[in-house]
């Protein structure tokens, strides 16, 4: 499951256990982005804070891990190149993607899409304010998943600590500490250990 995390919120995590629980999967990895190219021009945090943010909130799952190929590659994120570097760390395995309704819609009007299906099956699951429509999608290479409904996003949590309102059970208790101890989202923020 790929996403700028920033941060992390329950609306990942249950997206990403639901469609563990549904197919079985072994393992879901949480692949924070590097730069994400949509979001070039919008601030995102430092790739580290991000990446440490997604680690203290799957922690506690074992089937949860977390891959830094993202953060580790130069330039902006490419799922293409996330799939490549997945499926050459993991030969034998079966990927998936998982992906939520808004960025699934992104994905589609890719150029080079049609490699990416090669690569990995895609998921798209359910998110409030977003139609899961399944025109235009390929249905080989695309399931739709609907998820409990989880009207939280990162942006509303970014705005809520900036405004000084809690993200209590929005995000992880780990990461509601993990961003005041670092002063996330703030005029005062610090830098990653
Ligand atoms: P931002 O507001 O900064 O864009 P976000 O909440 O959309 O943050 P991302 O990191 O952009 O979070 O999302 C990563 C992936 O998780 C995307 O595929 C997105 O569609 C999906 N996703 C995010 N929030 C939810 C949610 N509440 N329910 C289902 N899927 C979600
Ligand atoms: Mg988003």
Redesign the pocket.
Known sequence: ??????PI?H??L??ASEVGARLQLDEVVFVPTGQPWQKVEKRVSPAEHRYLMTVVATASNPRFTVSRVDIDRDGPTYTIDTLRDLRRQRPDAELFFI?????LAQIVSWKDVDELWELAHFIG????GYTLSESGLPHDEVTLQE?PA??????DCRQRVADGEPVWYLVPDGVVQYINKYALYTEEENPAP
């Open positions: 499951m790929g996403g700028t995390f920033d919120h609306g990942h249950v997206a992906t939520g309704a808004d960025a699951v359910t998110r409030p998820v989880m009207a939280i996003s990162s942006t």
